[in-house]
């Protein structure tokens, strides 16, 4: 659970002075689309505290952004901080390591979220911003994919509501879902199951190999499970105009889906719309260690800075301050959870209540390089065994060797990348 920063005055070392003399000016590179006003919100108040320091902002869009980052780094000139989207900026040290920074601002990183800086009791897995037990990056909230659902519905069908933790199973969910179908309203929605479901089913835990866990018994009976859900039209078709994650949350706070997949991040927006939520954590089939996927805006320092006290007094800044900023402005979850009960995130409000106890359940994922490239034979499985072409066995034992050789290959660039 994310606790334990030390809220002060103006962060860091608490002094408004630039130590370098004169004025000093960050580039600041991120993702165009994470942009609003809580971000220029966040900026205008750390100058302000530090007028020698001037945080000049660029945004990329997402799909150019890792681009951007790997082209100025190989030439020698990235900006002073940046968002740390990819862990191979952390492996080839390109990224300055901030467990100063949290031992300055006393955070306790034992208390902090282990889906953002990681569990020294899983090995190979990929929290959000450690890397060998290196911190190199902070943010500013807690996001996290959950089960949302609607409560009048529930009511109204005679299910009972399920609980926040711990979660019910894959089965349990699919049947519930059906149960809350009606005309004009699907039970659910959701994606792939392999975007929401524990990595542990598709890959062995050194994140190597692929046979006897993404075709295991236990695996492909989950996915005729989710597959039947569709079929049966109890959720909508991945091959259909909606898109779970796309249009899941709109459906919702329309009161078209009695439940959805979804980012815990929109609560305003379903409260304004008169929606009687409820969170719960998402399924997981029986006997599997439960798993939900967290992040937050991860900010780092590039190595090769000329300023790397302001930058990392910048990072310091976002992490202690700005998660209350941020909080304020969009609604966002604090990083520190601690902060959230300071602040009274909750008010009070069953569904929030519900969240903020899920997150303290939080753990990272079994890392595996370039995960989405390398399953894309998965997202064609499924597809085949939701058109009925192929069935779950089929699917599955037929993608895995397609499957072991992209993850074969993105391990070797890895290593390369990582100088292995």
Request: net charge neutral; with cysteine.
């Amino acid at each position: 659970m994310a606790t334990g920063l030390l809220l002060t005055g103006c962060s860091g070392s608490g002094a408004p002075n630039s130590s370098s003399g004169g004025t000093v000016v960050l580039k600041f590179w991120g993702v165009a689309e994470n942009t609003d006003k809580a971000s220029s919100q966040i900026i205008a108040k750390f100058e302000k505290l530090h007028p020698n320091i001037q945080v000049q902002w660029t945004g990329y869009p997402e799909s150019q952004y890792p681009t951007k980052i790997s082209t100025a780094l190989a030439a020698g000139s990235p900006p002073d901080i940046g968002d740390i989207s990819s862990r191979n900026w952390m492996a080839a040290g390109r990224v300055l390591p901030l467990n100063d920074v949290a031992a300055k601002n006393h955070i306790n990183l034992a208390n902090w979220n282990k889906g953002i800086v990681g569990d020294p009791s899983r090995p190979n897995t990929e929290p959000a911003c450690s890397y060998n037990n290196k911190l190199y990056c902070l943010g500013t909230y807690t996001g996290a994919i959950v089960l949302l659902y609607n409560k009048d519905m529930y009511k109204a069908a005679g299910v009972t509501p399920p609980p926040a933790w711990p979660p019910m199973t894959v089965d349990e969910y699919v049947k519930t879902a059906c149960k809350l179908t009606r005309k004009g309203v699907y039970g659910t929605a959701y994606g792939d199951p392999i975007t929401f479901l524990p990595w542990e089913m598709y890959v062995s835990g050194d994140g190597k190999t692929v046979a006897g866990h993404m075709n295991s018994p236990q695996t492909i009976e989950t996915a005729q499970t989710l597959a039947e859900g569709i079929k049966h039209k109890c959720a909508p078709s991945l091959s259909s105009a909606f898109d779970p994650w796309a249009q899941g949350e709109d459906y919702f706070a329309q009161g078209k889906l009695a439940s959805v997949i979804a980012n815990f991040d929109n609560l305003t927006r379903y409260e304004k719309s008169g929606i009687n939520y409820g969170v719960a954590a998402i399924p997981a089939p029986a006997g599997v260690d439960p798993f939900f996927s967290i992040w937050t805006d991860g900010i780092g320092v590039f190595k090769g800075t000329a300023h790397p006290t302001e930058a990392k007094e910048f990072v310091a800044f976002a992490a202690t301050q700005g998660q209350r900023i941020r909080s304020q402005i969009t609604g966002n979850v604090p990083l520190d959870l601690k902060v959230a009960s300071q602040i009274n995130w909750a008010q009070g409000k069953p569904g929030r209540e519900e969240g903020l106890q899920i997150l303290t359940h939080s753990r990272p994922p079994v890392f595996v390089p370039d995960r989405w490239t390398v399953y894309g034979p998965e997202f064609d499985a499924f597809g085949y065994l939701t058109s009925g072409k192929k069935t779950a066995k089929q699917a599955y034992d037929d993608a895995v060797p397609a499957v072991q050789d992209n993850l074969n290959k993105a391990w070797q660039v890895w290593d390369n990348a990582a100088g292995k």
